[in-house]
Nanobody
Framework: QVQLVESGGGLVQPGGSLRLSCAAS????????MGWYRQAPGKQRELVAR???????NYADSVKGRFTISRDNVKKTVYLQMNSLKAEDTAVYYC??????????WGQGTQVTVSS
């Protein structure tokens, strides 16, 4: 049974930093593209950052230069380092593991709130 468990969310002031982690209990973790998505109240879920099995990354324009995604295939964990956080980054952040086109697993999400 596949499980993705996110951690590291919380309340942070504007300009602050957080690091999210997603621990995966998943066979052949290294074969999966891993992604972080977020969903703010009243909005659709959107891609924040994604890292391929080969380590290639892509980011939403709104987080480029502030967020960094990385993965540790030994620990079966993907990270999202978030710096210079803004109020508009407030959302529930979800971890995703995928092998295109049909395999996709989601975590339960972790709340990130950026507020003074």
């Amino acid at each position: 049974q596949v499980q993705l468990v996110e951690s590291g969310g919380g309340l942070v002031q504007p300009g602050g930093s957080l690091r999210l982690s997603c621990a995966a209990s998943i066979f052949s973790f290294s074969m999966y593209a891993m992604g972080w998505y977020r969903q703010a109240p009243g909005k659709q879920r959107e891609l924040v950052a994604r890292i391929t099995p080969g380590g290639n990354t892509n980011y939403a324009d709104s987080v480029k230069g502030r967020f960094t995604i990385s993965r540790d295939n030994v620990k079966k964990t993907v990270y999202l380092q978030m710096n210079s956080l803004k109020a508009e980054d407030t959302a529930v952040y979800y971890c995703n593991a995928a092998i295109e086109p049909k395999i996709s697993f989601w975590g339960q999400g972790t709340q990130v709130t950026v507020s003074s």
